[in-house]
């Protein structure tokens, strides 16, 4: 037997993801005696989504299915996805249709001279992520902020992996920890999207999967990301803590990477520290002081 299509192989893991999620009284069912399953049965999900439960059956399984967007505005429809969800549903399904998978580009990342010159001279900390989230570049303050990544293996320098090593991490104690672990994965499943097989990623998930049991359970449950901000508490012992609004912005490229940038509120306490942190770390130029996320 051969193979399933990768792409049918990652719509049928969303699809399980999802149904497990669900609750019959979410969708307006009884519950019923004892249940063995989690979420709703195949038969309830297809029966909501106007399906044979053997159609959605071979879906979920990664067989030879290729499902009409009439189809997919369905099963949108039959999880409640929102926006972000149902394209990806979309962008795998279409994907699946294909006899074959087409190969993207699988180039080098190489960040423009131009994004390049912008990071130096922007007065606030900023990175540039790969499609796999690797670390591209970065801007002085981002280094007084994270820690100098200069001296690590340019293989290690993946946002979900520094943020799942423990010797960075500590005990996570970052109360936002999960929901920005949250974001990155969503990203790394928007580019798993787009090419199920690339090596970068198969080896970034596969090393994660095997080491970390909180890694497992958050991957597990298919979140997708495309473009997202949010805030996160950086703990700095030489300026106590700083909350900063964080978003990210595509560069050229299909895909490319993005720009992930830090701001804070100026004049505000937070703008103060991050201020402080910069005169800091500009007289001790050379210094890598590691953060905690």
């Known amino acids: 037997m051969s193979s399933p299509h990768p792409y049918a192989r990652e719509l049928g893991a969303f699809l399980r993801a999802r149904r497990s999620r669900l609750r019959p009284h979410d969708v307006g069912l009884e519950p019923g005696g004892r249940r063995k399953v989690t979420g ?38 039959a999880f409640g996805l929102d926006d972000a969800e149902r394209r990806h549903l979309f962008t795998l399904a279409r994907a699946a249709r294909r006899p074959m998978p087409v190969r993207p580009d699988r180039g080098p990342e ?69 929901r920005q672990a949250l ?21 970034v998930v596969g090393e994660l999967s095997i080491r970390s049991a909180e890694f497992r359970r958050l991957w597990a449950r298919h979140d997708v990301r495309v473009s997202v901000s949010g805030t996160k508490t950086f703990r700095v012992p030489e300026v106590g803590d700083i909350v900063l609004e964080w978003n990210t912005y595509p560069l050229p490229g299909d895909p490319g990477p993005v720009m992930l940038v830090f701001t804070t509120e100026p004049g505000s306490p937070d703008a103060d520290r991050l201020k402080l942190l910069a005169s800091l770390h500009a007289t001790r130029s050379g210094l890598g002081i590691e953060r905690r996320a």
Do not use: K
């Open 40 to 77: 709703l049965r195949r038969e309830e999900l297809a029966l909501l989504a106007g399906l044979s439960t053997d159609y959605y059956q071979r879906m979920e399984q990664g067989r030879e299915v290729r499902p009409s967007d009439d189809v997919l505005d369905a099963l949108a429809g």
């Open 110 to 178: 190489r960040v423009p001279e131009g994004t390049r010159r912008l990071l130096r001279v922007m007065d606030t900390p900023a990175v540039v992520l790969g499609r796999h989230l690797d670390l591209l570049d970065w801007n002085p303050l981002a280094q007084a902020l994270l820690g100098d990544p200069a001296g690590r293996p340019p293989e290690r320098l993946n946002m979900l992996l520094l943020l799942f090593d423990d010797t960075l991490t500590g005990q996570r104690s970052c109360p936002d920890w999960e």
């Open 183 to 203: 974001d990155y994965i969503g990203m790394m499943r928007a580019a798993v999207a787009t090419d199920p097989t690339h090596p970068r990623a198969t080896a």
